[in-house]
Structure formats: structure tokens, C-alpha cells
């Protein structure tokens, strides 16, 4: 049985803010380790580290900005992280494509000179088409596979309609982390979300179009429970394992029942058995 890592974005339900008692509750669900996020970077490294020491938790990886990657590294090191990666990066087209792998290759080269592999999560807008050929297509092939690795998130794969099976087989290697997700359903590609281009309220927020705030609510709503969901967990890991896959990390974005935590335990207890 292997190690089930857990993405802490998933606690991020708006209810529980508190670093700390979430790296308590990963560990009391049965989670091997946490994947951090930029919400997490508050808690400087060395009480980080206590933290997951207490908890005997491992720091895989992180999620943080593109923008952020060069100031996180010595962050990453003192937690021991053999991986960095970038969450979402916004592309609106060909040329945002093609200067994005220029920049992962740089990047990639910098962590790798201090032992650190730099890895890119997708969603479902990489499933779209650049100059004939998907984003997730270029970026793998453009990126030199000694700097740049990718982080799957399966269930977004899935939900763009590709078969994340056959990509972690096409591209052997270079998915070296797999984010474990669910969907229910094909929903497509969808168009990327630059945030920062939209109107803001009067407390800064984002003022989301309703044609925005729709392909949320149908992205949420794919988010089902374990097992329930397009990906065949069991032979998706037998396929990553054999293709360089290293490590599986549980992610969550909605509350099907219960509460957020409940969804958690729950899905740890699935997965316990198919990873």
C-alpha cells in the first residue's frame, strides 16, 4: 500500500483557516503526508517543520504562483520537498503557451540546482487546442524533462475528456505526481479564468460574469465522491506506477456531504484501498 499524500487546499471550505489544526487533522484522517499551498506560507518554515514533525507528516510538494516559485525554494528546502509546482497558469493563447514553457524551463533549472523538481498541475483548460495540438501537449514536449515534471490532476483530465491512463503511458516519465480527484462527468474544456482581469466590489474581490460564475458552479458540481467518479483509480495507479509516477495526492474543491472533513476521512478510507 502506498503513501497518500493530501493537497491542503482542501480544507479551504471558508470554516478551516488554521494551518496548524489542519496538519493535525490530515494526520488524525490517516493522511502520510500534505501537499502545502499559498495559503499555508504564513506559517514560517521552521514551525512548519515542528508542525509536521509532531504530526509525522511528510511535505511532498507545494502549489504556489508562478510568480512565487524563485522566493519559495529555500521554504521548500527546509522542509525537505523533492518537488515544487505551480497550480493554474493563466494562457489565452499561442504565444502565452510557448513563452510559459520557456518560463517552466527556467524555473525547472533553478530548483533543480537545489535538488528540487519543478512540476506544473493542470486543469481542464490545458486540454485545449494551440496550433493544432492540446496546451498539455506543448508544454510536455517544449519543457526539458531534466528541469520540468507535471503534476496529473486526474479528475480534471477526465472531465476535460481525456483518458488520464493514456497520458501518463504517452508521456512516460514526465507525470511524476498524480492528483487524486474525482468526476462525474465530461464537461470539456473549458476556457481559462484570468481573476485578475475582471472588475473588483468594493472590498477588492473579483466581480465574476455570469458566464463565469456558471462554469464554477458546473465545475463544483462534477466533484463527487470517491470511487464514484470517471477515473479507475486501481488501474490508473498500476499505469502511473509503471510510468514514473512517485506520488498521489489527494485534492477536494467542494463538500458533497456532511462537512468538509467527513469528505476528507471518507475519501482517505476509499482510496486506502485502490492506491
Known amino acids: 500500500?502506498?503513501?497518500i499524500y493530501l493537497q491542503m487546499y482542501s480544507f479551504m471550505d471558508g470554516t478551516m483557516n488554521d494551518t496548524c489544526e489542519n496538519l493535525r487533522l490530515a494526520a488524525a484522517m490517516g493522511y502520510d503526508g500534505v501537499e502545502l499551498f499559498g495559503g499555508n506560507f504564513a506559517v514560517p518554515a521552521e514551525?512548519?517543520?515542528?508542525?509536521l514533525e509532531t504530526y509525522g507528516l511528510e511535505a511532498v510538494s507545494m502549489h504556489a504562483q508562478t510568480g512565487q516559485i524563485r522566493e519559495m525554494i529555500p521554504y521548500a528546502k527546509a522542509l525537505g520537498m523533492k518537488f515544487m509546482g505551480i497550480?493554474?497558469?493563466v494562457m489565452k493563447n499561442e504565444k502565452d503557451v510557448y513563452s510559459f514553457a520557456d518560463t517552466l524551463n527556467e524555473l525547472g533549472e533553478e530548483c533543480a540546482a537545489h535538488g528540487i523538481t519543478l512540476t506544473y498541475h493542470n486543469h481542464t483548460q490545458e486540454f485545449n487546442s494551440c496550433n493544432g495540438k492540446r496546451i498539455i501537449d506543448v508544454l510536455v514536449r517544449d519543457t526539458d524533462p531534466s528541469y520540468v515534471s507535471f503534476e496529473l490532476d486526474a479528475g480534471w483530465c477526465a472531465a476535460a475528456g481525456a483518458d488520464p491512463m493514456f497520458l501518463v503511458k504517452q508521456y512516460s516519465g514526465r507525470f511524476k505526481l498524480i492528483h487524486v480527484k474525482e468526476s462525474s462527468r465530461v464537461i470539456g474544456p473549458q476556457p481559462p479564468m484570468d481573476f485578475s482581469s475582471f472588475d473588483k466590489d468594493a472590498d477588492g474581490n473579483p466581480v465574476l460574469p455570469e458566464a463565469v460564475k456558471k462554469s464554477m458552479e458546473e465545475s463544483r458540481a462534477i466533484n463527487c465522491p470517491a470511487g464514484q467518479g470517471l477515473v479507475d483509480w486501481k488501474l490508473l495507479k498500476e499505469t502511473a506506477d509503471q510510468?514514473?509516477?512517485e506520488?498521489?495526492?489527494?485534492?477536494?474543491e467542494t463538500t458533497y456531504a456532511g462537512t468538509r472533513a467527513e469528505c476528507l476521512k471518507a475519501d482517505?478510507?476509499?482510496?486506502?484501498?485502490v492506491i
Request: proline content about 0%; glycine content about 12%.
Open 1 to 3: 500500500m502506498g503513501k
Open 47 to 51: 514551525e512548519m517543520k515542528r508542525q
Open 87 to 89: 497550480g493554474m497558469e
Open 243 to 245: 510510468n514514473g509516477c
Open 247 to 252: 506520488a498521489y495526492i489527494v485534492e477536494r
Open 268 to 273: 482517505i478510507d476509499y482510496y486506502r484501498t
